[in-house]
């Protein structure tokens, strides 16, 4: 019997309810002190096509989904078909046996048939209820507590009155009853609830990474809707007036970035979001923010294009497009988390940042780091304390003064700036050239030292940033260098490695601007066998490390199908390579 | 007329546009607006787009804000949210706030933030040196048209209307003292405020000069029987063009301003609001 090791799919046509299946299951597991992980697949429409949610548990923590399937639950003739060759060895799926009176599987798994439109129709209410059956059926062949998905059903159903949380409650039974009466010790795989759970939140990049923004002081949001961002306007939106926080769906993305650079140029902290088509018209107002020393905090969740491209799949397409965007070359951070915790940490310290160097802040995540849920702590605030910077309040300032010098040269880069509506700090600011009042000044040197103070406030926040360090054994056989998600899978792929007895260890580079040339170039040289691992089709990461060190990765492995990597591609990878010749690995 | 007052708003760097041009009529319309309804310098936020008027944020001694082409009013929005105890006024030219920026023009007025919008409008696009704009009259020949402009110029006061602003109006840069009076009532109105500003540009616009303006304009309010709170009266007026063309209020209602529909806003100001003490612990509850 394998207890609590199992990686689960269910599937069926958009309108099914597969998300909020695939969520309750996940949360109840969660809420036994069970690690879980979620991913889901699903096209862009909003009824039918084939969908799927997949929920990965253990009770050692998880850093990855996987494409393994052990159980299937099948809500349609479709999934049954799309997945029975996936499921493991051993696995099962459970499936509508009104569907396939006469199902055939395969070798090696098993069979579970069970009546579920009928039980829902006749035991619940009716057949709206059937992923009720269905996870309730999922949790009785897994010899689960059904108290857990109980409790969340009445949670998610309370409000509509006991009349509906009875017959989810009978639903759920129904599909329990089934599998225990039918299949009891049928099947290789259980799930028991840890003594003394712990609480843990099961959580998703993007609800991670609003909670940041939230105690980082974001005050004001404007955003337009674009898939897979919009979870941030809807976060921000529901908690609004809970954290008095105005959030504005506006008329498009250059809509939303102007408004927030309005916003912080009175001294409010704000943010936008959006995925690289919406950026893409943001572009000119980056150079703004650059230009007017106002800090914005920018957040791209990343999809494939180009164009439209593949619009609810994940990648790392746009590296490129956030370090360079704009004309000429403006002053900014870009920085990219590789789980929900980075999400939190690096989405308070982007309003830190913002605010203190006076530059907007891009935070690069992806479609799959912002939509999977995962196991997490509670995040530790103790340390995180705002900084204002340098921000000048009437009691800082000269009332007698008519203006203030507010583009001033210094050492660091940054000027102070006044609060708007303060007395003695006026001052104009302006996308033409300027001196230190804000007047448009094209004279040489005064357009040398502005141009070198902006950029010098990159260095600046480079000293100030915590440099990049290897994770696992030093001096291993194997140096990945990556960036954003697939942190996840290389970790676990570094401990299918070590069962090889290959030492591999993780490079992951968390800030493109400013880079850390020295300390990267530092780890690299030392390094055995370097692979670089992206979801992008060039290797924008490693061309970068060329760029800014010298050094060449010539093994990159590259994947732009729009899924996110699972540790067993990134291990079979690795070890077709070894012992090769190194050559430039073919995009898989 | 009152007297006016020492102009605390004078700048100390001085306009760059050319002699005679009509928006030095306009800075000074600002200018003594601001100082006869009182307000302090510091507590005026000025944007402006890009065009020629638009440099006018470096020449009224106020926090100023000299941004892109097309994008001042998501910018003067966002000031205002972020600190609505401050003035927000926003101005810009034809081509920035009719063409570029026509999105965000009807979107801000439906949204009727409090600002005040000032829409420099000569017809022809002057820092880029006399191309047609989106409201050149039809056949107009410019250096982007030789041939005359083919399309039907774009009414701003009956997109107004069409677009939910709660005060509606035109002005001419050659009368000072009537737009002083618009500016005024534009900035006093709780809402969003669009004035219209017929300015000659001397240099690149040769058939809407100031004689052509003064020839035709009259004054809307002077008429007793005009009415501000009737739209379609409003509407039809809109319509008039040719050989009279009315300046003064055309429209104005109250209706509740973005601020007042944010409870967000209803304490403070969101600047002036604490940042350093968020409890962000209900949240992650509800991920339990």
Request: glycine share 10%.
């Amino acid at each position: 019997m394998i207890t609590n090791n199992l990686s689960w799919l269910i599937g069926g046509e958009a309108g099914q309810g597969l998300e909020s299946a695939g969520h309750m299951f996940a949360l109840v597991l969660n809420r036994g002190g069970l690690f879980v992980i979620t991913n889901a697949e699903y096209p862009s429409l909003i009824r039918g096509g084939h969908n799927y949610n997949k929920v990965r548990v253990s009770d050692k923590p998880l850093t990855c989904h996987t494409n393994d399937v052990d159980l299937v639950c099948a809500l349609n003739k479709e999934t049954f078909e799309k997945h029975i060759d996936e499921i493991s060895n051993g696995g099962g799926i459970i499936y509508d046996s009104a569907d396939f009176p006469d199902a055939k599987g395969k070798d090696g798994v098993n069979l579970f048939g069970i009546p579920m439109a009928e039980l829902a129709k006749t035991k619940g209410g009716g057949i709206i209820m059937k992923n009720v059956v269905a996870i309730g059926a999922c949790i009785g062949l897994l010899d689960y507590d059904l108290n857990y998905f109980k409790e969340a059903l009445k949670q998610t159903f309370g409000r509509k009155g006991d009349e509906i949380v009875n017959s989810n409650y009978n639903a759920a039974q129904a599909g329990y009853d089934y599998m225990q009466e039918n299949y009891k010790g049928k099947f290789g795989y259980n799930l028991a609830a840890m003594k003394d759970a712990k609480q843990r939140m099961l959580i998703q990049g993007n609800d991670a990474f609003c909670i940041g923004a939230i105690k980082g002081g974001c005050k004001l949001v404007a955003e337009y809707p674009m898939t897979p961002s919009s979870s941030i306007l809807h976060f921000m939106a529901e908690h609004s007036r809970e954290y008095n926080v105005v959030v504005k769906h506006v008329e498009d993305e250059i809509s939303a970035i102007n408004t927030i650079i309005g916003a912080s140029a009175v001294g409010i902290r704000s943010l936008t979001a959006t995925s690289g088509g919406g950026f893409s018209l943001m572009v000119e107002a980056v150079g703004l923010a650059g230009m007017i020393e106002t800090g914005i905090v920018i957040v791209n969740v990343q999809r494939p294009g180009p164009s439209t491209g593949l619009p609810t799949r994940t990648g790392h397409p746009d590296l490129r497009l956030m370090m360079h965007a704009s004309q000429d070359e403006s002053p900014r951070m870009v920085v990219a988390p590789g789980d929900p915790e980075e999400c939190f940490d690096l989405g308070f310290q982007a309003f830190n940042v913002a605010d203190k160097y006076q530059i907007p802040v891009m935070f690069l995540s992806d479609k799959y780091l912002s939509e999977s849920e995962r196991s997490v702590d509670f995040f530790d605030t103790k340390e995180l304390e705002i900084d204002r910077g340098k921000l000048l309040l009437e009691k800082d300032l000269d009332p007698k003064e008519d203006r203030y010098p507010r583009y001033k040269d210094s050492p660091d880069g940054i000027s102070a700036r006044p609060l708007a509506g303060e007395k003695g700090g006026i001052f104009t600011c302006t996308s033409d050239e300027h001196n230190d009042y804000g007047d448009i000044v094209e004279d040489i040197p005064n357009r040398l030292e502005k141009m070198n103070k902006r950029m010098r406030k990159i260095d600046t926040l480079r000293k100030g940033l915590p440099a990049p360090k290897l994770i696992g054994p030093a001096n291993a056989d194997i140096t990945f260098v990556s960036w954003g998600s697939p942190k996840g899978s290389i970790l676990e792929a570094i401990e299918l490695l070590a069962k090889d007895d290959v030492s591999a260890n993780f490079l992951q580079i968390k800030y493109f601007i400013p880079f850390h040339s020295e300390e990267v170039a530092k780890i690299l040289g030392k390094a055995k066998r370097i692979v670089d691992v992206e979801e992008n089709f060039s290797g924008q990461l490693a061309d970068l490390i060329r760029e800014k060190t010298g050094i060449f990765i010539e093994e990159r492995i590259l994947d732009y199908s729009g899924r996110p990597f699972t540790a067993k591609q990134i291990y079979n990878e690795v070890k077709l390579k070894t012992g090769q010749a190194s050559s430039k690995t073919v995009p898989v | 007329m009152a007297s006016i007052k020492k102009a605390s708003f004078d700048s100390v760097a001085k306009p760059d546009w050319c002699p005679g041009c009509g928006l030095f009529g306009i800075q000074m319309a600002i200018k003594q607006a601001l100082t006869e309804l009182g307000l302090e310098p510091h507590k005026v936020f000025f944007v402006t787009g890009i065009g020629c008027g638009s440099k006018a944020s470096h020449w009224v001694n106020a926090y100023g804000m000299h941004t892109l082409h097309g994008r001042s009013l998501p910018i003067a929005t966002g000031a205002k949210l972020g600190n609505h105890s401050l003035t927000v006024i926003d101005m810009g030219g034809d081509g920035d706030g009719y063409g570029i920026g026509i999105g965000h023009f009807m979107h801000t007025m439906r949204r009727n933030i409090d600002l005040l919008y000032m829409v420099n409008d000569n017809q022809i696009y002057g820092l880029t040196k006399g191309q047609a704009s989106p409201t050149s009259e039809k056949g107009m020949k410019t250096k982007s048209t030789p041939f005359g402009v083919v399309e039907t110029p774009i009414n701003p006061i009956a997109l107004a209307i069409n677009s939910g602003a709660t005060f509606i109006a035109r002005g001419f840069a050659g009368d000072i003292v009537h737009l002083k009076w618009l500016i005024m009532e534009g900035i006093k109105h709780k809402g969003f405020s669009l004035i219209d500003i017929f300015q000659p540009c001397v240099t690149f616009n040769k058939i809407n000069t100031y004689a052509y303006f003064q020839q035709r304009v009259y004054k809307l309010n002077d008429d007793p029987n005009y009415k501000t709170n009737d739209r379609e009266a409003a509407w039809k007026k809109a319509q008039e063009g040719g050989d009279k063309l009315p300046i003064g209020i055309f429209y104005q209602e109250t209706r509740e301003i973005e601020e007042e529909a944010e409870p967000q806003l209803l304490k403070q100001p969101l600047v002036y609001q604490d940042i350093k003490n968020v409890n962000i612990e209900p949240l992650m509850k509800k991920f339990v």
